[in-house]
């Protein structure tokens, strides 16, 4: 066969005929062209990303960039269903060997998600572009050293006192007879009270402490000397950002007069290497910083911040930290939006290429109205959770028996085949709907509604991914023995 196709090379060509002939299914699925085709657009993509995302300060405008990929993936993903529906062997009862099911359905997964992936591309280069721009050392270094020279630049208008504040623990102290009586009313109009667990976090968010007695507390808190800092930096700086008591023991206790000519360099080296100037309008050019703070009408912080630049500064560290942990902070969420957009696109494939057009969309249709009358329902009775996840596990039940009666059937019958589809499509799902009911159920369910008392399960996400995988693995166990039988045997059915 020499059918020739621009841009495949010569060995592609050839496996392309090879499957032709000795593998006609697995040729249908064309699953090689669209792993070639999709590998040459991700490249070219990837390089056109780096160049454009080069720069790690700036804020790229990377929705826009994944919403016009997305739509260019939908328009090949539209290319190869044309090529899906000139050949079907299942439709034309080709040979049908013991693993064509899973196979197929394995096949139309991978050319799903090559392209799928592709629409993530902008994404991960900027990560990995930010990533070998900026080592997060790099960065916390920078950082201590701009907040340190901006307070020897500045040391004069600096405040030097730190504020007390007195606390006592008790762990008791909702209970709401003991609040009543005048004397624990008169200690809190004083004192703050705080739970053994609010004490912990205050420990933290404080400069130093001092106990006195076996429940009161005396926590000092500096002046505030952090002009320059970057949004969740200190999840992955693994306590090598200074606080702003590390400063004032360090610099403002022990204040040397320094080389201000020195420090103004530095100063202007930070801006050069990490301003980024969407926020100009607080710096320098609105406001005339070369006057004396004390004639300004700004606070101390404020002032020092236009001054250097700190704000422009600081919008280039946030665009930075933020796209170097994007991957870390948003990694269960990307992962599932990639998979279950893969996952739901096959499933809808293999449906359509196993039933027929009209089944297929009448499937669509009759979801959407159990959809309309499931929330008009909920939202009348005031269901909430428990009522949805029943809802889904009734629906299940019922599709499940009606898709099961196929193999008595005599006739084919839409309403079995509309079963059929919805009963595969929730499969992989189910395990997730009865951990959240579970879950939900241990919880204390509308207890914590009326806010009262509860048991709440740590690490749910453990159980929540179990019941993804098991929902997967079910799919994959169920596709040859029980689905791939009952679209077999439903579609051979003469019709009514």
Known sequence: MNNKRPFVPSFLQKFDDKLLRYKPDTWAARTHFVIYFSSLFA?????????????????????????????????????????????NVFKRYGNWSKWSGLKTFCLYFISISAMVAIAFIPYVT???????????????????EMNITACQLEYEILPKEWKADTCIVDDNYYDSDKMRTDDYNYIRKYIDILS???LNKKLIENDSCRKIGSSMYIFYKSPDYIFADAYNLEKYSNGGLLTS???????????????????????????DKYAFDKYNYYDISNYDYNQDFENSDKEYDEWIKGKYN????NNGLNNIVRKKYSWVDNMPTSVRIFFYTSLVLTLAVFIFRHTTIKTFFLTLLTTVILLIITA?????????????LNFILFYFVIFAIIALTIKMAKV???????????????TPFIPLVITALYIFIQEGGYKHYRHSSYTYIEDKWKYYLSAEIIGVVILLLLLEPVFRRLYRKWYALPEN
């Open 43 to 87: 490249l070219c993509l990837a390089v056109l990303c780096w160049f454009t995302f080069s720069d790690a300060r700036y804020e790229n405008s990377i929705g826009i960039w994944t919403m016009f990929v997305s739509l260019l993936v939908f328009i090949g993903f539209i290319f190869w269903l044309i090529f899906l529906l000139r050949f």
């Open 126 to 144: 900027e990560i990995i572009s930010a990533n070998r721009t900026f080592s997060t050392n790099e960065i916390v270094k920078d950082i201590n």
């Open 196 to 198: 053994r667990k609010a």
């Open 245 to 271: 008591g590390d400063i004032y023991n360090t610099t403002i206790k022990n204040y040397q007069k320094p080389d201000r000519k020195l420090l103004l360099q530095k100063m202007k080296y930070f801006k």
């Open 310 to 313: 700190f704000y422009s500064i």
């Open 376 to 388: 008009l329902i909920i939202a009348m009775g005031n269901l909430r959770e428990i009522g949805m």
């Open 412 to 426: 084919r019958s839409v309403r079995q085949g509309i079963a059929l589809n919805s009963f595969m499509i929730a």
